[in-house]
Antibody, heavy 118, light 106 residues
Framework: QVQLVESGGGVVQPGGSLRLSCAASGFTFRSHGMHWVRQAPGKGLEWVAFIRYDESDDYYADSVRGRFTISRDNSKNTLFLQMSSLRPEDTAVYYC???????????WGKGATVSVSS | SFELTQPPSVSVSPGQTATITCSGNELGDKFASWYQHKPGQSPVMVIYEDSRRPSGIPERFSGSNSGNTATLTISGTQALDEAAYYCQAWDSNTAVFGGGTRLTVL
């Protein structure tokens, strides 16, 4: 079945770095764009980043541009989010999601928790 | 920047129709999608491309989008529909979510 599984979450100090991974299975990963979306405690959903199926383009929310980098390895069916210069406000559950034709998110992972605290 | 506005909460009695709105400048010119999010679970897409239902989503979920407003309608609302609902659209290489609407079934 179609599945996305995030990993790499944890606790990190402000200013630190962390890399999230998202392993995809059950569909042709290399044919789909992918998103990262997060939810801070008590807050709503916030889009973080998007990458096209062939890595030809990537886009970021203003809140993370210049600090986060989205990438993918189509040979390993894996999506990544490299997070640097982390701030307490980056604390959230991070979801990877498969993108549909018009950038909707039709399949979601279970999420990885990132906590930025000293 | 493009913004989407939703009412913070909507209440409905079981069996009645729930209507959740999402407002944004010329939203009708874009594709809107809707997501159901229950505590401790992953979000689930319930409507995409304004009015299309993914396989496995009950027929009681429907959507429309025109002018500045997209609407999610849940007919014959059930207790298990209680959740937060988010609208989303793509604008200027950015995905935008509405602030979310907490649907209470009471």
């Amino acid at each position: 079945q179609v599945q996305l599984v995030e990993s790499g979450g944890g606790v990190v100090q402000p200013g630190g770095s962390l890399r999230l991974s998202c392993a995809a299975s059950g569909f042709t990963f290399r044919s789909h764009g992918m998103h990262w979306v997060r939810q801070a405690p008590g807050k709503g959903l916030e889009w973080v980043a998007f990458i096209r199926y062939d890595e030809s383009d990537d886009y970021y929310a203003d809140s993370v541009r210049g600090r986060f980098t989205i990438s993918r390895d189509n040979s390993k069916n894996t999506l990544f989010l490299q997070m640097s210069s982390l701030r307490p406000e980056d604390t959230a559950v991070y979801y990877c999601a498969r993108a549909g034709l018009h950038f909707y998110m039709d399949v979601w992972g279970k999420g990885a928790t990132v906590s930025v605290s000293s | 920047s493009f913004e989407l506005t939703q009412p913070p909460s909507v209440s409905v009695s079981p069996g009645q129709t729930a209507t959740i709105t999402c407002s944004g400048n010329e939203l009708g010119d874009k594709f809107a999608s809707w997501y159901q999010h229950k505590p401790g679970q992953s979000p689930v897409m319930v409507i995409y491309e304004d009015s299309r239902r993914p396989s496995g989503i009950p027929e009681r979920f429907s959507g429309s989008n025109s002018g500045n407003t997209a609407t999610l309608t849940i007919s014959g609302t059930q207790a298990l529909d209680e959740a937060a609902y988010y609208c989303q659209a793509w604008d200027s290489n950015t995905a935008v979510f509405g602030g979310g609407t907490r649907l209470t079934v009471l």
